[in-house]
């Protein structure tokens, strides 16, 4: 039976099925909140402002929250404006990042746009770009662009004329880097889940809401705060929408191409630590602050040797860049006195103690948001992986652009790995009673393999290897080296430090007495 659908379903990222209206035909009725982040933007934002006051968007829908992030020298607006233009003082934190946030927080419009300062937009840019959100709520439009020197333009007063093109006809243009994605990628309907690493330009826009449910800007951040935000937002469902109608001149050449090897080297360690879809800026063996993979495991009815089993197993694997979640009922584990071993809650308390210690391992008594990119839930504590398991679902779901991988198990009980961003998308579209996992197969494809060729094991049979042994009688030291691989000329046995220092010398003077205030002294050096 057919159901009616609230809105659009857009398959990964072609979103060729958002049947836009052409500029001029539609009659728009959400409102939008220009956010301008702005720093020594007093000789550009003049020109900046006339081009946004000669928009063809109804101007009972357009605001202009321009965020002046410059305490040195305070901006003021100049008269050719858009009718609702305000201006907002930054008075807490400093950068791009906290500029647009606090310009966000300021404005009340639907759709949030951001302008960098130093752009200048055709007559119908902000048309072009409401035209997506008026069709779903999850799109992140990301606008053409040129750079151009803005010379020819700053020696003319700013006008609403619209007449850009002749203003720069005759000066050199230049594209932006991620128009060449853009061209790879069928304007981003082929890009997948790496479309996000698109969403680094100075005009783009989204719904207000979906700013909000993706915790807004990082204001922590100085650069990159783009990437970072454009994860989060892939994160919650996001469309990247490349609308070439939605046209503006950049005013000269930005930091990144002024000093792009500058830029990316300081940009690496804070987009790595936050972005997993960055995986060529991270480092084997270490961990991040969000993880690739989150293995999530319901410990309630284990037995804790079952448990264990598994989550080292998990901890072991050559995809290190994880995190664990065990959700049990912490919180019954009574403090009161007890017999140990008739404990009730001994299970779950010898569980929480074998990881007490461990960094990737979290308790928790619900499953809540997803804290990777991925997330692998396990049916049981019955099968464990071997050490490539993870790695190889994982790649696969990445190689595939799937949203979802099924194990099924020779008992019947299965486990799955979810791609967090098509569970987000699909729960935006799907209808009432509608089942998940048929509206991910549908908009992002799925898979199911058996538990034996993914690599899964019974876990009542894998060897937990301990470390080894240092208990014993003393070794002769060149023996012991030997036997630790050490090279076949083992470093020899010392003589004393005062005897090489006394070699083919008179007897040493005995040494000088030392009262305990120099020992103290020595020992604070």
């Known amino acids: 039976m057919n159901r009616p659908r609230s809105q659009p379903r857009v398959r990964r990222n072609d979103w060729s ?24 933007a007093q000789r550009l934002l003049p020109h900046v402002l006339a081009g946004l006051a000669a928009q063809t968007y109804p101007t009972h829908l357009l605001e202009v929250v321009v965020a002046d992030d410059d305490p040195r020298e305070r901006l003021e607006l100049p008269e050719l404006r858009p009718e609702r233009t305000r201006l907002v003082r930054v008075e807490r934190g400093w950068g791009r990042a906290n500029a647009c946030h606090t310009g966000a927080l300021a404005s009340d419009g639907d759709v949030v746009h951001w302008l ?49 093109h002749e203003v720069f006809a005759d000066v050199e243009k230049e594209r932006h880097w991620v128009e060449d994605t853009w061209d790879r990628t069928d ?61 503006s001149w950049h005013l000269g050449r930005t930091h990144q191409q002024r000093r792009q090897d500058e830029v990316n080297d300081y940009n690496a360690p804070f987009l790595a630590d936050r972005v997993p879809d960055l995986q060529p800026q991270r480092r084997r063996r270490r961990l991040y602050s969000v993880p690739y993979l989150e293995v999530v495991l319901d410990t309630r009815g284990e037995e804790h040797g079952a448990v264990q ?58 499953v809540g948001d997803p804290r990777g990119q991925f997330r692998m839930v396990l049916g049981s504590a019955a099968w464990a992986p071997t050490s490539e398991t993870l790695a190889m679902l994982v790649m696969h779901l990445e190689r595939t652009h799937h949203g979802l991988r099924q194990v099924m198990m020779p008992d019947g009980t299965s486990a799955r790995v979810e791609r967090t961003a098509a569970f987000a998308r699909a729960r935006r579209v799907a209808d009432p009673g509608e ?22 094991e019974p876990s009542a049979t894998v060897k937990r290897p301990r470390l080894r042994g240092t208990a014993g009688d003393a070794q002769d030291p060149a023996a012991s080296w030997r036997e630790l691989g050490g090279a076949a000329d083992a470093p020899q046995q010392r003589e004393p430090r005062g005897q090489r220092a006394t070699a083919g010398k008179s007897e040493p003077e005995p040494p000088k007495r030392r009262g305990i205030g120099s020992l103290l002294r020595r020992g604070g050096q």
């Open 187 to 247: 304007d981003l309907r082929r890009a997948g889940p790496r479309a996000l690493r698109t969403h680094v330009g100075a005009t783009a826009s989204l719904r207000r809401s979906l700013y909000d449910e993706s915790g807004g800007m990082d204001t922590s951040l100085r650069l990159g705060e783009d990437i970072d935000l454009g994860y989060r937002l892939a994160e919650r469902g996001a469309v990247f929408v490349a609308d070439r109608e939605s046209r």
């Open 435 to 456: 089942d998940l996992d048929d509206v991910v197969d549908e908009l992002f494809g799925s898979w199911w393999v058996e538990g034996g060729d993914a690599g899964f």
């Open 116 to 164: 960098d300062s130093d752009m200048l937009v055709e007559p119908d840019e902000v048309e072009a770009q409401l035209r997506w959100h008026h069709l779903v709520d999850h799109a992140v439009v990301l606008g053409h662009k040129w750079f151009v020197d803005p010379e020819p333009l700053l020696a003319l007063p700013p006008t609403v004329d619209g007449r850009m």
């Open 17 to 40: 099925s958002l049947d836009v209206p052409a500029l001029g035909t539609w009659e728009p009725t959400l409102s939008v909140s220009v956010v301008i982040p702005a720093y020594g």
């Open 309 to 366: 089993a598994v989550v080292d197993s998990v901890l072991a694997s050559s995809l290190a860049d994880l995190s664990v979640t065990l959700i049990g009922d912490w919180s019954a584990i009574s403090e009161e006195r007890t017999a140990p071993l008739d404990d009730p809650q001994l299970a779950a308390r010898l569980v929480r103690a074998s990881y007490a210690g461990e960094p990737r391992v979290v308790l928790a008594e619900s």
